[in-house]
């Protein structure tokens, strides 16, 4: 792999090709709003998105901007604010391929790539829906038990690109995630991460070794891009809150196609104002 | 809902979670997170509370998988499901009404249901609307069954079904819902006419206990101060907290 590479936010959206099979998270652990701008705005078609494992607002917006083929997710929502619009549409249009699934069974497929195993084994899920619906599952036997121990086998899932937005890097592509952890788990599922940071530091964030614990390290970054409030309107750790004025103005916006529309406008003309 | 409705709500949720020492709440679960943290402040420092959303009230550290991992472990010993349907079995649906892919209803999917629901021995279902289209005879959807079969590991599953209307008990070895209590306003009937799915009911029909002062006390203050943090309209509407 070539060394780590810092980046303009476009440059590095644009390495999430058409088709790429896209790791994002959940609404409160560290969204790329800035790079899903950058997504929409070059119209980069017929994403695989995997939520990891759900999200809210980004999904949609990616949804209603027609990026989206297929989705798995363990839910889709805007929370307090209620159903998202525009995954709710598609549903309805037939327009989008919905793999429905549940939390740790994405961050078992995930923790699978991350161990190079092709499966691993989950409890639960035997006589849902969820497993009926799903092909690529297997209920299979526990092969150490003496006894009758049915349990589901996960295809490990190794995503084309993990993407999303933390504190701070450094040059080396040391990235500051704290306890959001799944963030590391994404990362070392994935071929490729890109990152998006609120600041690009010039000291390594490996050196003090109180907080070393906290940094997903270099190995897994190929490339990071500075983004200054580049969560909004979702909020960031303890750096900034959600915009919940915001987040309003689009559940309301986004439950029609052209309030959808309207409001990606002022999303995108942003861009050269931040 | 008004205020004295939650209060009695959280009262009663707080009431079943007596005697554990760990209890996980979900995303998006004021009211059910709220009757955690009265049972937290009832216990005196004996039972501990994981509440997603929330920085001060989780200390999980490991990302999203923690609470999975630990709750298989046998480590959490309470948590909360809602569902867009739930029928008699205590089957639970978080996906749609209708038929995939299109459905008539999207809601927004299964979260953690299908692997918590078997591996949380006192899982609570809480669903406010009490109404035939939500206790349904048969759910659309199953996100995760309400029991299995002897040879499917699952030492958890349903323990109570709380609503606006009542407490139903759950009894996993007939696999059937029996009403506990009412709350103040209903009637046997009344319930009776609001569920789709048929349950057991005793001679007499028991009322839903009313919050005792020293509890009421304990959610206005403390309790409130600390939901707070995670859901402060909530707090400020629901429980009359007074921002500092």
């Known amino acids: 792999m070539s060394a780590m590479e810092i980046l303009s936010l476009d440059t590095l959206a644009a390495r999430v090709t058409p088709g790429s099979l896209l790791a994002i998270p959940p609404d409160y652990s560290g969204v790329s709003m800035a790079a899903t701008r950058a997504l929409v705005a070059r119209g980069v078609k017929d994403l695989r998105v995997l939520c990891v494992p759900t999200s809210g607002v980004q ?21 307090e604010l209620g159903l998202a619009p525009r995954f709710t549409a598609a549903i309805k249009a037939g327009s989008l391929a919905m793999r429905d699934t ?9 923790q699978a ?11 639960g899920l035997i006589g849902s829906d969820i497993l009926a619906q799903r092909g690529d599952w297997k209920l299979a036997d526990n092969p150490f038990a003496t006894a009758d121990d049915p349990i589901v086998f996960l295809p490990a899932i190794q995503p084309d690109v993990a993407l999303f937005h933390v504190t701070r890097a450094d040059r080396d592509g040391n990235v500051w995630i704290g306890r959001r952890r799944e963030l590391a788990t994404m990362a070392h599922a994935a071929k490729r991460s890109l990152v998006t940071a609120e600041e690009i530091v010039d000291f390594s964030l490996l050196d003090d070794e109180t907080t070393a614990a906290g940094v997903l390290p270099g190995l897994y970054v190929e490339a990071v891009a500075e983004a200054p409030r580049g969560a909004w309107p979702l909020g960031l750790q303890d750096l900034y809150p959600a915009d919940d004025a915001e987040l309003a103005r689009y559940a309301e916006a986004a439950r029609t196609e052209a309030g959808f529309r309207a409001w990606l406008d002022g999303f995108l003309g942003r861009r050269s104002a931040a | 809902m008004d205020r004295a409705r939650t209060e009695l709500l959280i009262v009663a949720i707080a009431r079943l979670l007596e005697g554990c020492r760990t209890v996980a709440v979900g995303a998006s679960s004021p009211i059910p997170g709220s009757a955690a943290l009265l049972a937290r402040a009832k216990s005196k420092g004996a039972l501990r509370v994981l509440m ?18 630990s709750a298989a472990q046998g480590r959490i010993d309470a948590f909360f499901l809602g569902g867009g349907q739930i029928d008699g079995q ?10 995939p892919p299109r459905w008539q209803q999207r809601f927004p999917g299964s979260f953690g249901s299908a692997y918590l629901y078997f ?22 959807f199953i996100s995760s069954p309400g029991t299995s079969v002897p040879e499917v590991y699952r030492p958890g599953g349903p323990h109570a079904l709380v609503t606006g209307r ?3 008990s759950f009894d996993k070895e007939r696999c059937r819902f029996s009403l506990a209590s009412i709350h103040p306003g209903e009637t046997a009937d009344s319930v009776r006419a609001q569920t789709g799915f048929d349950y057991d009911e005793g001679a007499t029909v028991l009322q839903t206990m009313a919050p005792e002062p020293g509890n009421l006390e304990l959610l206005r203050g403390r309790v409130a101060d600390e939901v707070a943090e995670t859901y402060p309209r909530f707090a400020a509407s629901l429980l009359g907290r007074k921002a500092a």
Do not use: M
């Open chain 2, 52 to 69: 997603l959303g929330s920085r001060r009230h989780n200390a999980f550290t490991d990302g999203g998988r923690e609470l999975f991992d």
């Open chain 1, 59 to 79: 999904i949609d917006i990616l949804i209603g901007a027609g990026l989206v083929a297929e989705l798995e997710a363990a839910a889709v929502t805007l929370g």
């Open chain 2, 119 to 140: 591996l949380v021995p006192r899982v609570i279902l809480f669903r406010e609307e009490h109404t035939p289209r939500v206790l349904v005879p048969k759910v659309d």
């Open chain 2, 166 to 168: 009542c407490i139903f």
């Open chain 2, 90 to 99: 205590a089957n639970i649906n978080l996906v749609g009404i209708g038929e």
């Open chain 1, 113 to 123: 790539s991350e161990k190079g195993v092709p499966f691993l084994p989950l409890r």
């Open chain 1, 102 to 110: 549940t939390c740790p069974a994405v961050h078992a497929a995930l």
